[in-house]
Structures are given as C-alpha cells and as structure tokens.
C-alpha cells in the first residue's frame, strides 16, 4: 500500500470523473480506478448533455480523463477487488496487485442493467432495444415501437413512448391483463395491446426487424422498449458495511442502490457515492452534475479535517503536555506503522559517503532513517518523544538483525549533556520559528568536532504550490536559514540548499508527517514537484561549540 491519495474515486464514468476533476482543481491528490467497462458502451451517442448533445459516450470520457490527469490526478485500469479500512486510512486493492491507501473515497461504479431473458434482447441492447425515452426516443421518432411488458415500469414506459411515435404497441408478454381503467387509457392513446408470450426478437443485417411471439405471429418493429432491473454494482463495498438497499420508482421496485444525503454521503462515514449507483435513474449530464456535488462535498470534508489537524498541531507546539499525549496517540492508533519505514532519500544520498560512527537520530519516529544507518554499521541512538514509536524502531532493528538504542525524550527541550556523535541528523523534524533555532543549536553541540550535521526540513516554498502542509510557509525553514545559525569560523557549510523533487503522492494531501521527527517517504511518486531544505555541515576538529 504505497500509494496514498486524498481520494480514490472508484469508477471512471461521468460520475467519477466529475468528482475527480473538481477535486483536482481544488489541489487534492486523486486516483480514479476504473476497469473500462462503461454501462453506456453501446450506445453509439449521448443526449441531453448540454453543449455536448450526440457525442459518443467514449469520446466524452477520452475529454474527461484528460482534464482529470490535466490536474494532476492519477487514473488507473484496473479492477477494485476489495476495499476496506476506515476514514483517513481507506485501503483499496486491484486486481494487478496494487495498493491504494486514501483519506476518503468517491464511489462511482454504476449499475449493472438486468436485461429479460429474451433472445436478441442482449445482442441489440443500447441500439434498438432501449429503455429511456429521453435518451433515444428522437432517434426513433414516429417509427414503429414496441414495448414488452417485463416490469413495473411498463405501463408508465408505454405512455411515455408514445410522446415520440404513434405507432406504439404494448407487448403484454407475461404480465396480467390491463385493469378497465388502463385499458381504457391505452386505447384512448391509440396504444395497440398485443397479447402472448414474446418468443425472440427478429433481426436482419444486424438490425431489429420484428418481435416474435411463442404462437409464431412476428409483429413488425423498428425498436423495442424493455424495462431493465437496475442493480447497484456495489459488492466491493460490503467490506465497509455498505449493502445495497431496494431501490424505488414510486411505488414499483425496479433494482437495488446505494442511498446517499443529497450530497453523496453514504452511511458510512469518509464513503461518498454518485451517478447510477446511487441513483440508477441518472442520465449522463446527471451523474456528472452528482460527481461535482460529491467531489464538492469531499473536498470540504477534508478542509474540516485539515484544519482540525493544523490546530492540534499548533498546540502540539506550544503545549508540551498536548504534544506528548498527542504524539503517542498518534502513533497508538495506527495498528502497524504509520510511515513506510524506508530510509529519507536525502540521508541514503549525504551520509553514503560518511564513515561510520556514533549516529544521534533526533526524532527517529518508527526508526526508518535510524535502522538503515545501523545497517551500514553506524551505532545508533533514536531519540523520540513516543514510546509506541521507539518500541516500533527497536522491533524494526531487531528484524534488520541490527542494533539500535531508543530514548524517549522531547527533541525541544532535550540537551544532549557531554554525549557526542559523530552524525546527528534529523528528518522533516519542524518547529515554529520562535523554538527552531534553539533546537536546531542543541543539535549542533551534539555534534562530535570533526563529525556532520545534517538536517532536512520541508521548504516553505511547498505551500504556494497547494501542498497540504500544516501552518504556514514561515514554519519552514531553508537551508541558507539553518545555516545562518552556525557560526563559520567553527562550522564548514558543505550544502546548504533548497533540492527539489517529484512529490509522493501523499505529499500532493494531508501534510500528516510534515511536524515532529518522522521518516518515511517512500511511496509512489505523484504529479507535483516539491522541494526539501538541506542543511549539511562539518563541525571543525578540536573546537567547542560556538554558535551564533
């Protein structure tokens, strides 16, 4: 499960598509799943989209899918097989063996038409066997059109239809008889009533000719109007306890759907659905119109959410209490790890070169960074304020079959006393301005003469290129900033530099790990560049610490 989205839209039809293009715009991370496969495939044209009326359906989706990547969102084929976990930690899983992970999801997979058992129903379905009146009755205005009476909706289907052509029969098939009161509506209408089995339809160069009853009789037709079982294509989501429930046209039961809010929540909380799998009566320009709404809705839901989050970060900053309980809570909550557990590309890139030694972690969270310096022979110490995340490194080291000492200890207030190392380094570890350079001088002391300082923060620059990043673009400082704290008659400057890079998907989201020491940046690489402020420094042998 490497990569992780704000959202992962599952479908990419109109629906989902919509979604992903509002989210997209609003600078979320997003990955649409679709296994191509479009309920409208057969149809050679769309109607009643405004501005787009008699495009092909997949033409409207080829322009879909471009905008949606135009913004940056990631779109996948693949089939869902399984999707579970709960809001901020949705798993998804493809039938390719890949992993997604998301905050939230949008649920756009459509419904699936129960067609009736009647032979050529199958094969002329989207052509010349229809459903909908408002989606191919011009195209067959005042020919002849025949309706079979295979469900609930038959009687309504008929009256419609004869909006469009006159010569409208009504194939009663196995329903009962027409009460007085229908019979007498019908007639008044010029609905001819023909009554027996209907056997199979009749064709000719691939073309509908006639229905043919059981008794032999073949009725002359140019289309025929069926009333298909609408059924949500929802089973991946029983995972997260979302059934489809019986799905109405006034009174008549006519499939099965996901019930939303008229937002596109469903009952289970971080879960959105729009287009035909909510609504299986939604045409084309419907669902999409669904899509945006949800996507709107999500967008807005992540926003509270970010905020809530930016908030207790601040506090977690200023209220060492807050920040300690906040911390282990953190990490509490989360069953296994919550980074990857690989190494910080800027620590495997600066310290290859470095000789083994004493190594000081500074806010080594789960111990990715720490567990891989040991593994390349440094001895390490992996300082962290949270107990759960310290017994989550020394298990990784153990695995590694690698030693590594743990200490709890708050990074802002810690002093590393007469202890030196040769390396110190500390990974996206943040802090207000008003604490940073302070902590960022302890560390220095920590540092053994003749031994590295290395430092990696997010740029501040980030921010103005929609990462959500908690705070504000002052929180994080550059290179030349760190820098400035040492003094230069007892420090060498060996980098001191804003390095820019693709952004992991999670970066282009919920800027989760952007306070507080953590590793962990693997994962897969997203659309957008970001940008790491470097600090490398080489403390001058035989001197004691002096900073500025």
């Not at 995972?239 to 939303?260: C, I, Q, T």
């Not at 972690?361 to 720490?370: F, I, K, L």
Request: hydrophobic share 40%; net charge negative; aromatic share 6%.
């Amino acid at each position: 499960m490497d990569e992780t989205y704000d959202v992962v839209v599952i479908g990419g039809g109109a629906a989902g598509l919509s979604g992903a293009l509002a989210l997209g715009r609003a600078r979320r991370s997003v990955a649409v799943v679709d296994e191509g496969t479009p309920r409208n495939a057969p149809a050679h044209e769309m109607h009643n989209y405004l501005g787009r009326d008699g495009t092909p359906p997949a033409d409207l989706l080829a322009a879909g899918r471009a905008e949606v990547a135009g913004y940056g969102g990631t779109l996948v084929r693949d089939t869902v097989t399984a999707v579970g976990g709960s809001a901020g930690a949705f798993t998804v899983e493809l039938a390719g063996g890949r992993g997604l992970r998301a905050r939230r999801l949008l649920v756009t997979t459509g419904l699936t038409d129960e067609l009736p058992e009647i032979p050529g129903v199958r094969e002329l379905w989207g052509t010349d066997v229809l459903h909908c009146p408002y989606c191919h009755g011009w195209e067959v205005r005042d020919q002849a059109v025949g309706v079979v009476a295979t469900g609930p909706m038959s009687l309504h289907q008929v009256q419609l239809w004869r909006q469009w052509s006159a010569d409208v029969v009504l194939f009663l098939h196995t329903a009962p008889e027409p009460d007085d009161d229908t019979a007498e509506a019908l007639a008044a209408r010029g609905v001819r009533v023909v009554r027996g089995e209907v056997a199979a339809l009749e064709t000719g160069s691939g073309r509908l000719t006639g229905v043919r009853l059981a008794d032999g009789r073949v009725v002359p037709r140019a289309a025929v109007v069926v009333a298909p079982r609408f059924v949500a294509r929802s089973a991946v989501l029983t995972g997260l306890g979302l059934e489809a429930e019986p799905f109405r046209m006034g009174e008549a039961v006519v499939g099965a759907h996901v019930p939303v809010d008229p937002r596109g929540a469903t009952a289970v909380p971080g879960v959105w659905a729009a287009g035909n799998v909510a609504d299986p009566g939604a045409q084309v320009i419907g669902a999409a119109a669904a899509g945006l709404m949800a996507g709107a809705a999500v967008n807005a839901d992540l926003v509270a959410e970010d905020t809530r989050f930016a908030v207790e970060v601040l506090r977690a900053q200023t209220d060492p209490e807050f920040g300690e309980r906040w911390w282990e809570d953190r990490y509490r909550a989360q069953e296994h790890r919550v980074w990857s557990g690989r190494v910080n590309d800027v620590l495997a890139t600066e310290a290859a070169g470095l000789p083994p030694g004493r190594a000081l972690d500074a806010g080594a969270g789960e111990g990715g960074d720490a567990v891989w310096l040991a593994g390349r022979g440094w001895q390490v110490t992996a300082l962290d304020l949270s107990r759960t995340a310290l017994d989550r490194a020394a298990a990784a080291a153990e695995q590694a079959g690698v030693p590594l000492e743990t200490r709890r200890a708050d990074v802002s207030t810690w002093e590393p006393g007469d202890e030196r190392w040769d390396l110190v380094t500390a990974s996206f570890l943040h802090f207000l301005p008003a604490t940073r350079d302070d902590v960022l001088r302890r560390l220095a002391t920590a540092v053994a003469p003749g031994g590295t300082l290395l430092v990696t923060v997010h740029d501040g620059s980030d921010l103005s290129r929609g990462l959500q990043r908690p705070g504000l673009p002052e929180w994080y400082a550059t290179g030349e900033q760190m820098a400035a704290v040492l003094d230069p008659a007892e420090w060498t400057v060996e980098v001191a530099e804003t390095r820019p890079r693709r952004a992991r998907a999670h970066e282009n989201g919920h800027g989760g790990h952007d306070h507080g020491g953590h590793e962990g940046h693997g994962g897969h690489e997203g659309h957008a560049h970001v940008a790491d402020a470097v600090l490398r420094a080489r403390r001058q042998p035989s001197t004691s610490s002096s900073l500025v």
